[in-house]
């Protein structure tokens, strides 16, 4: 139902969401990929391609989109709708160019070739070669026009092609070999889970961003121009070296969330997600220490709180004024935690997850408030919504040399892992 949704909003050309969240979705604010410089070496080599690999679908964009501007090195072939044969060789076009919906004749225009249908695949043989706006692609391009009008650009790459990518897009490349391993594990049976879930859906199974998992494609650019590598060598080596291996809930993928920085201890799963397994129970660690956002503050003057607590109240049909108290209700910040508010005449309460979607840039719906004079005073823990594993807690764990096993059996208590593939 959820992806029926969010593929009913993207139609419509509009914003969406994922259950509740607001910045992240399911996969959460991630720890950050490495800032490794494109280059032959950190890119491209001569390693077999992986085999027996499911495909996946990834949306390029959190909506659908009006035009893509698109490029590429070498000749390709395009298909229309599901055509088992080419329609047209297309010769490269190094320079960028728009794709488009067009409405006479009904279809899709690449270049100055339009194509009738709603469908356009993209095929080449030297892939990675496709740009779309400003990022590079394994594997094929396909463009969805929709009756809306707009246009969605689907990746269609075998999965641990695309777990390449997302091991270096979700984690540091400066994080230890153990870490990054429990990392394409969870981020597999995430992918996984998701394309059995969305397997009647017609476009897409997830999101090249943090709505699903961070995918940056082969390599990008950054506004400066500047080229980075969003795989490498390594990446791909420690998604061939846990092939195969995926998290099990009796016996079933599940929804393997995970957090950059749970602050000390992690979420329990079923405050946030509706499908969140049992064994998503909150753990404590002390292995995210290191972490910038382990701990963290936030000040707001009184003006602003007052400003943002009486836009949420007046949705509710309640006028609030100036806030004059404020009291942590719940014994344990999180997600769930209460807040009660007070401006001398009424007291209204709030979630924590309802006051971090209200207030601009909170790290974490895990905080206690202060009240002074002057300021609403945040003190918080950690950065994402805390379920699951915390990539920075299985970076502080990795060092001190806990296996893979060790890790995902901490964050997944009773977790099942099933055997490397060769």
């Known amino acids: 139902m959820r992806a029926r ?12 969401a994922f259950y509740w969240r607001s910045t992240e979705k399911q996969n959460p604010g991630h720890a950050g990929p490495g800032q490794e410089d494109a280059s032959p070496e950190s890119t491209i080599d001569s390693e077999e391609p992986f085999r027996d690999s499911p495909e996946m679908r990834v949306s390029l964009t959190n909506s659908s989109r009006n035009s893509f501007r698109f490029a590429c090195s070498q000749p390709f072939e395009i298909y229309l709708e599901e055509a088992s044969s080419p329609q047209q060789r297309m010769e490269p076009f190094p320079d960028e160019v728009t794709v ?15 194509f009738p249908g709603k469908l356009i695949r993209l095929k080449t043989s030297a892939s990675p070669d496709f740009w779309v706006n400003d990022h590079q692609y394994r594997g094929e ?33 400066t994080f230890p070999d153990n870490a990054r391993k429990a990392q394409a594990i969870i981020a597999r049976t995430y992918a996984l889970y998701r394309r059995q879930e969305t397997a009647d859906e017609p476009y897409f199974d997830l999101y090249a961003s943090t709505l699903s998992q961070q995918y940056l494609g082969f390599q990008y650019r950054t506004n400066g121009g500047r080229r980075l590598a ?19 809930y009796e016996g079933k993928l599940f929804s393997t969330y995970y957090s950059a920085v749970c602050g000390g201890k992690t979420t329990e799963g079923s405050i946030l997600f509706p499908d969140a397994v049992p064994l998503l129970q909150p753990v404590p660690c002390e292995y995210c220490a290191a972490a910038e956002l382990y701990k963290w503050e936030r000040r707001w003057s009184i003006r602003q709180a007052s400003d943002y607590l009486s ?7 309640i006028r609030f004024g100036e806030l004059t108290k404020c009291e942590n209700v719940s014994p344990e910040p999180g997600p769930a935690a209460r807040f009660r508010f007070e401006d001398g005449r009424i007291s209204q309460t709030l979630t924590g997850q309802q006051i971090r979607n209200l207030f601009p840039d909170l790290p974490s719906p895990t905080f206690k408030l202060e009240l002074t004079d002057e300021q609403l005073h945040f003190l918080g823990a950690g ?3 805390g379920v699951g594993l915390c990539q920075w807690g299985a970076r502080g764990m990795a060092i001190e040399e806990k ?18 593939q060769d």
């Open 5 to 16: 949704l969010a593929l009913l909003v993207l139609i419509l050309g509009v914003g969406f």
């Open 383 to 385: 950065h994402g919504h």
């Open 403 to 420: 296996t893979v096993e060790d890790i995902l059996n901490h964050y997944y208590p009773g977790v099942t892992i099933t055997p490397r």
């Open 230 to 248: 969003g795989e490498s060598k390594i990446s791909r080596r420690l998604a061939r070296e846990t092939a195969g291996q995926v998290c099990l």
């Open 100 to 114: 488009e919906a067009t409405t006479n004749p009904l279809g899709i225009q690449i270049g100055a070739e339009t």
């Open 311 to 317: 836009r949420e109240f007046s949705r509710r049909g």
């Open 141 to 173: 391009i396909w463009f969805h026009r929709l009756d809306s009008g707009r246009l969605l650009a689907v990746n269609h790459v075998p999965l641990e092609e695309y777990l390449g990518s997302v091991v270096d897009s979700e984690m540091p490349a």
